[in-house]
């Protein structure tokens, strides 16, 4: 029997770990395997689901659609489902071409491509249009739209026009991904697989990923709150979205999740700064050099932890 693969995709921090890792609390019997493609160098989505997979396997460093040759790409299908899993879902990154993924998971033997997943974030939706027009061609191509963050929607027309982009595919508004797993494992009719030529004929340069780069921070030693925290909220420095693990020298590390202007952080135990930055027109050593200018000399003080727990929320 063909095992169905389920590609989940959306732009940077429209909630794709927070669906995956809702699915595979909510799986029930079901034994699911992973793939996560992450862009850049640290992958820290994989760290994120590591906990609660049967079987995972990441794809660091680059979009599965591009920096991935189709062959490694069935060779790591191949493994999971040499792992028993009764559904593979693959994670893309935030800039992967989803119609290019598709097209990669139907060339490979033994699985059944089952659908793509577009995690819409209904807070960044418009401002992302707006900069990513492409954006509309993902939607139009997929067979089950979330649209997550509905906590933070603001527009009484999102839903309306998302589903209208659609073009008659299933639209779910949520919030964390909380889908019914159910909606993912439907069985879709796909086109065949020929049908998605005029995919091909699309140049690489228009994808979203072009322009986009990755700074990869990792650090032993304390950093400094007050100044991590000027850098994270700095609007001026082309970084979108930023993920990871800060280490402030105390008992717990924090990890760090930043969408467009929203920061979140979060109490985590371990101890280590792994970061990843994502962004357009970045200056990546200007960055860096902030980023080591921020590294202090002990453990931070309890009223300078304060830029950084402003940003915890339930
Ligand atoms: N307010 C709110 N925040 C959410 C919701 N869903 C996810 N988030 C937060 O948005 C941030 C990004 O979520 P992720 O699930 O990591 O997004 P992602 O699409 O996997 O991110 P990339 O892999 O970097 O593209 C995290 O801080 C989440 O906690 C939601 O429905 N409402």
């Known amino acids: 029997m063909l095992i169905p693969v389920v590609v989940v995709a959306g732009f940077l921090g429209s909630g794709k770990t927070s669906l995956l890792n809702h699915l595979l609390r909510t799986a029930g019997g079901r034994r699911i395997g992973v793939i996560v493609n992450d862009f850049g160098r640290i992958n820290v989505d994989a760290m994120a689901v590591a906990a609660q997979v049967d079987s995972m396997v990441t794809l660091g460093n680059g979009c599965l659609c591009c920096a991935v040759d ?10 999971l489902a040499d792992a028993d899993v009764d559904a593979i879902v693959i994670e893309a990154s935030g800039l ?3 119609p ?12 059944e491509f089952a ?22 061609k993902h939607l139009r191509y997929a067979d089950l739209v979330v649209l997550n963050k509905i906590d933070r929607a603001t527009d009484p027309g999102l839903a309306g026009l998302v589903r209208e982009l659609a073009g008659g595919a299933p639209v779910v508004p949520t919030e964390h991904g909380r889908i019914d797993p159910d909606l993912l ?3 879709v009719e796909r086109p065949a697989a020929e049908q998605l030529s005029f995919f091909d004929l699309e140049d690489h340069s228009a ?4 322009g986009y780069d990755t700074v990869d921070f990792t650090c032993a030693d304390p950093l400094d709150p007050v100044r991590l925290a000027a850098v994270l909220t700095d609007r001026h420095t082309g970084v979108y979205r930023a993920k990871g693990y800060v280490d402030f020298g105390l008992d717990e590390r924090f990890a760090v999740q930043v969408v467009g202007g929203s920061v979140r952080v979060a109490r985590e135990p371990g101890a280590g700064t792994a970061l990843v930055f994502i962004g357009k027109d970045m200056d990546p050593d200007a960055l860096r050099e902030r980023l080591r ?9 309890p009223v300078a932890m304060l830029s950084i727990t402003r940003y915890e929320r339930g």
């Open 207 to 210: 994808h979203i990923h072009a």
């Open 185 to 187: 494992f439907d069985p």
């Open 70 to 79: 189709a062959s490694d790409l069935a060779d790591m299908l191949a493994r």
């Open 96 to 98: 992967a071409e989803p």
């Open 293 to 301: 200018a921020t590294v202090a000399a002990g453990p931070a003080d």
């Open 115 to 136: 659908g793509l997943v577009e995690v819409v974030d209904a807070a960044e939706f418009a401002a992302t249009r707006e900069r990513h027009p492409q954006i509309d």
């Open 100 to 111: 290019a993924m598709a097209r990669m998971v139907l060339a490979c033997p033994g699985v």
